[in-house]
């Protein structure tokens, strides 16, 4: 599907998300993620789903319904939970501020000596990196590993960051260690493309 249909599908789906559920049209943009089609002729719908929680939209013409549990297999947790809905009826100043605090902790995590003694062994995980070891364990099992081994030997440099991020559990800590290594990874990618072209 061409980029402007799904522009336009975007557009109906913010106008009717803001209409029948009162959600900020930002957070649609931020977070949902067109998947594809599903149906035929006049069933025919297309399915969006959050970046985060992969909760899904399913739009229908202009009508929007939210499903509520993805399969129907035994311990499915159901998504679209109040606290899901209550998100993305956030207000722009509300936005703003998270947007401010991600930052700053992505600030914070970047130049603490936690992420930078641990950076190189951090990104050798992920295979788009110039110092990619094979063999090895996916990045967020690699963090939550180091953070468990660090944990246990009362490293100070893991004290000091989780106290800042005011988390001691080892998966979302690997999550906030990460997401400078991200950034690096998509950053190298974009500069790698860009050489192809040029």
Same mark, same amino acid.
């Given at each position: 599907?061409?980029?402007?249909?799904?522009?336009?599908?975007?557009?109906?789906?913010?106008?009717?998300?803001?209409?029948q &559920?009162?959600?900020?049209p930002?957070?649609?943009?931020?977070?949902?993620? /067109?998947?594809?089609k599903?149906?035929?002729? !006049?069933? @025919?719908?297309?399915?969006?789903?959050?970046?985060?929680?992969?909760?899904?939209?399913?739009? !229908?013409?202009?009508?929007?319904? @939210?499903?509520?549990? =993805?399969g129907? !297999?035994?311990? $499915?947790?159901?998504?679209? *939970?109040?606290?899901?809905?209550?998100? /993305? !009826?956030?207000? $722009? +100043?509300?936005?703003?501020?998270?947007?401010?605090?991600?930052?700053?902790?992505?600030?914070?995590?970047?130049?603490?000596?936690? /992420? =930078?003694?641990?950076?190189? =062994?951090?990104?050798?995980? /992920?295979?788009?990196?110039?110092?990619?070891?094979?063999?090895?364990?996916?990045?967020? %099992?690699?963090?939550? #590993?180091?953070?468990?081994?660090l944990?246990? #030997?009362?490293?100070?440099?893991?004290a %000091? &960051?989780?106290?800042?991020?005011?988390?001691?559990?080892?998966?979302?800590?690997?999550?906030? @260690?990460? +997401?400078?290594?991200? @950034?690096?990874?998509?950053?190298?990618?974009?500069?790698?493309?860009?050489?192809?072209? *040029?």
């Amino acid at each position: 599907m061409s980029a402007s249909k799904i522009n336009e599908l975007f557009d109906t789906l913010r106008v009717a998300c803001a209409r029948q &559920f009162g959600f900020n049209p930002r957070r649609i943009t931020a977070g949902m993620r /067109y998947v594809g089609k599903e149906g035929h002729g !006049k069933d @025919l719908v297309h399915i969006f789903r959050d970046a985060g929680t992969h909760s899904q939209m399913v739009l !229908k013409s202009t009508l929007v319904t @939210l499903r509520e549990k =993805q399969g129907n !297999k035994e311990g $499915d947790k159901p998504h679209w *939970t109040e606290a899901e809905k209550a998100r /993305y !009826k956030s207000t $722009d +100043a509300e936005i703003d501020a998270e947007i401010e605090a991600k930052q700053a902790e992505l600030d914070f995590t970047r130049n603490c000596s936690l /992420y =930078q003694d641990h950076r190189e =062994q951090l990104l050798s995980h /992920y295979t788009d990196w110039p110092g990619f070891q094979p063999d090895g364990p996916h990045p967020g %099992e690699a963090a939550r #590993a180091l953070i468990v081994a660090l944990a246990d #030997a009362h490293d100070p440099r893991l004290a %000091e &960051f989780a106290e800042h991020m005011h988390s001691n559990d080892p998966e979302h800590l690997a999550h906030l @260690l990460l +997401a400078p290594c991200h @950034l690096e990874v998509e950053a190298g990618r974009a500069a790698a493309s860009m050489d192809a072209r *040029t």
